[in-house]
Protein backbone atom coordinates (compact mmCIF):
# COMPACT_ATOMS: atom_id res chain seq x y z
CA UNK A 1 0.00 0.00 0.00
CA UNK A 2 2.89 2.42 0.43
CA UNK A 3 3.94 1.98 -3.23
CA UNK A 4 0.26 3.15 -4.14
CA UNK A 5 0.39 5.98 -2.38
CA UNK A 6 3.84 7.01 -3.01
CA UNK A 7 5.29 9.94 -5.37
CA UNK A 8 6.85 6.94 -7.43
CA UNK A 9 10.35 8.36 -7.46
CA UNK A 10 12.04 5.59 -5.35
CA UNK A 11 13.99 2.42 -6.70
CA UNK A 12 12.64 -0.77 -4.72
CA UNK A 13 14.57 -3.60 -4.07
CA UNK A 14 12.95 -6.87 -3.72
CA UNK A 15 14.81 -10.25 -2.31
CA UNK A 16 12.88 -13.37 -1.88
CA UNK A 17 13.11 -17.61 -1.65
CA UNK A 18 13.19 -19.27 -5.11
CA UNK A 19 10.71 -22.24 -5.26
CA UNK A 20 11.61 -25.74 -6.70
CA UNK A 21 15.78 -24.87 -5.51
CA UNK A 22 16.69 -22.52 -8.12
CA UNK A 23 18.89 -21.00 -6.43
CA UNK A 24 19.81 -19.69 -3.12
CA UNK A 25 18.11 -15.95 -3.33
CA UNK A 26 16.35 -13.77 -6.24
CA UNK A 27 16.95 -10.36 -5.60
CA UNK A 28 14.96 -7.73 -8.15
CA UNK A 29 16.11 -4.01 -8.27
CA UNK A 30 12.79 -2.21 -10.05
CA UNK A 31 11.76 1.50 -10.43
CA UNK A 32 8.60 2.29 -8.11
CA UNK A 33 6.64 4.66 -11.07
CA UNK A 34 5.84 1.30 -13.21
CA UNK A 35 4.43 -0.55 -10.29
CA UNK A 36 2.70 2.26 -9.47
CA UNK A 37 1.16 2.80 -12.18
CA UNK A 38 0.23 -0.96 -12.97
CA UNK A 39 -1.24 -0.95 -9.54
CA UNK A 40 -3.67 1.90 -9.89
CA UNK A 41 -4.78 0.51 -13.67
CA UNK A 42 -5.63 -2.61 -11.75
CA UNK A 43 -7.20 -0.56 -8.86
CA UNK A 44 -9.35 1.70 -11.52
CA UNK A 45 -10.26 -1.93 -13.59
CA UNK A 46 -11.34 -3.47 -10.61
CA UNK A 47 -13.31 -0.39 -9.41
CA UNK A 48 -15.00 0.03 -12.98
CA UNK A 49 -15.64 -4.03 -13.09
CA UNK A 50 -17.34 -3.95 -9.77
CA UNK A 51 -19.53 -0.55 -10.94
CA UNK A 52 -20.44 -2.48 -13.39
CA UNK A 53 -21.46 -5.95 -11.57
CA UNK A 54 -23.01 -3.49 -9.33
CA UNK A 55 -25.65 -2.13 -11.86
CA UNK A 56 -26.44 -5.45 -13.49
CA UNK A 57 -27.17 -6.76 -9.89
CA UNK A 58 -29.42 -3.29 -9.21
CA UNK A 59 -30.98 -3.60 -12.62
CA UNK A 60 -32.01 -7.65 -12.21
CA UNK A 61 -33.22 -6.84 -8.18
CA UNK A 62 -35.25 -3.75 -10.02
CA UNK A 63 -36.97 -6.05 -12.26
CA UNK A 64 -37.09 -8.91 -10.11
CA UNK A 65 -39.04 -7.09 -7.52
CA UNK A 66 -41.14 -5.41 -10.63
CA UNK A 67 -42.41 -8.32 -12.01
CA UNK A 68 -42.61 -9.99 -8.76
CA UNK A 69 -44.68 -7.58 -6.64
CA UNK A 70 -44.87 -4.17 -7.85
CA UNK A 71 -46.44 -5.18 -11.21
CA UNK A 72 -49.45 -7.65 -9.30
CA UNK A 73 -49.73 -4.89 -6.65
CA UNK A 74 -50.39 -2.45 -9.10
CA UNK A 75 -52.89 -5.10 -10.91
CA UNK A 76 -54.58 -5.61 -7.56
CA UNK A 77 -55.17 -1.69 -6.87
CA UNK A 78 -56.44 -1.01 -10.75
CA UNK A 79 -59.07 -4.06 -10.18
CA UNK A 80 -60.35 -2.51 -6.97
CA UNK A 81 -60.57 0.73 -8.45
CA UNK A 82 -62.10 -0.53 -11.97
CA UNK A 83 -64.54 -3.09 -9.60
CA UNK A 84 -65.35 -0.14 -7.10
CA UNK A 85 -66.90 2.22 -10.45
CA UNK A 86 -69.26 -1.01 -11.45
CA UNK A 87 -69.79 -3.60 -8.71
CA UNK A 88 -72.58 -4.79 -10.82
CA UNK A 89 -70.53 -5.89 -13.69
CA UNK A 90 -68.91 -9.46 -13.35
CA UNK A 91 -66.80 -8.84 -16.14
CA UNK A 92 -65.10 -6.36 -13.79
CA UNK A 93 -64.54 -9.27 -11.21
CA UNK A 94 -60.65 -10.02 -11.12
CA UNK A 95 -59.23 -13.22 -12.84
CA UNK A 96 -56.77 -14.66 -10.40
CA UNK A 97 -53.18 -15.64 -11.34
CA UNK A 98 -51.74 -19.70 -10.46
CA UNK A 99 -49.69 -17.87 -7.87
CA UNK A 100 -48.95 -19.49 -4.71
CA UNK A 101 -47.49 -16.64 -2.83
CA UNK A 102 -48.97 -14.24 -0.63
CA UNK A 103 -50.23 -11.66 -3.81
CA UNK A 104 -52.01 -14.94 -5.05
CA UNK A 105 -53.82 -15.85 -1.89
CA UNK A 106 -54.61 -12.03 -2.15
CA UNK A 107 -56.37 -12.18 -6.36
CA UNK A 108 -58.05 -15.51 -5.13
CA UNK A 109 -59.79 -13.54 -1.76
CA UNK A 110 -60.24 -10.67 -3.94
CA UNK A 111 -61.81 -12.57 -6.51
CA UNK A 112 -64.29 -14.21 -3.91
CA UNK A 113 -65.26 -11.14 -2.05
CA UNK A 114 -66.48 -9.22 -5.58
CA UNK A 115 -68.19 -12.48 -6.49
CA UNK A 116 -70.05 -12.31 -3.45
CA UNK A 117 -70.71 -8.53 -3.54
CA UNK A 118 -71.57 -9.04 -7.41
CA UNK A 119 -74.52 -11.52 -6.23
CA UNK A 120 -75.66 -9.31 -2.79
CA UNK A 121 -75.69 -6.49 -5.75
CA UNK A 122 -77.80 -8.84 -7.88
CA UNK A 123 -79.96 -10.18 -5.55
CA UNK A 124 -81.04 -6.82 -4.15
CA UNK A 125 -81.56 -5.69 -7.24
CA UNK A 126 -83.94 -7.89 -8.20
CA UNK A 127 -85.59 -7.40 -4.52
CA UNK A 128 -86.24 -3.91 -5.10
CA UNK A 129 -87.31 -4.76 -8.76
CA UNK A 130 -90.08 -7.50 -7.22
CA UNK A 131 -90.53 -4.64 -4.55
CA UNK A 132 -91.50 -2.29 -7.42
CA UNK A 133 -93.59 -4.95 -9.18
CA UNK A 134 -95.62 -5.61 -6.20
CA UNK A 135 -95.90 -1.95 -5.64
CA UNK A 136 -97.42 -1.37 -8.85
CA UNK A 137 -99.46 -4.04 -8.71
CA UNK A 138 -100.90 -3.00 -5.16
CA UNK A 139 -101.89 0.45 -6.83
CA UNK A 140 -103.61 -1.38 -9.94
CA UNK A 141 -105.53 -3.86 -7.19
CA UNK A 142 -105.97 -2.46 -3.69
CA UNK A 143 -106.13 -4.75 -1.18
CA UNK A 144 -109.13 -4.76 0.64
CA UNK A 145 -109.11 -2.88 4.65
CA UNK A 146 -108.15 -6.27 6.60
CA UNK A 147 -111.25 -5.38 8.65
CA UNK A 148 -113.57 -6.88 6.08
CA UNK A 149 -114.09 -10.19 5.83
CA UNK A 150 -112.66 -12.66 3.41
CA UNK A 151 -114.67 -14.00 1.34
CA UNK A 152 -113.66 -17.02 -1.09
CA UNK A 153 -114.22 -17.09 -4.59
CA UNK A 154 -117.20 -18.81 -5.85
CA UNK A 155 -114.70 -21.19 -8.34
CA UNK A 156 -113.20 -22.34 -5.23
CA UNK A 157 -116.04 -23.12 -3.21
CA UNK A 158 -117.45 -26.79 -2.78
CA UNK A 159 -120.36 -27.53 -3.59
Known sequence: ???????GDRTLRIIGQPREGAGMLIEIVLPEAPLRAAMLKFGLN??????????I???????????????????LAANMQRFSQRPEDASRIITPSARKDEIGTA???????????????NQRS???????????????YPIASSRA???????LRRN
Not at 57 to 73: D, G, H, I, K, Q
Not at 107 to 121: K, V
Open 46 to 55: ILVLSIIISM
Open 149 to 155: PIRPCRA
Open 126 to 140: RLAALGLAVSKINSF
Open 107 to 121: ERELAQMQSELHQLL
Open 57 to 75: TAALVYFALNSLLVRPMLR
Open 1 to 7: MEVLFSK
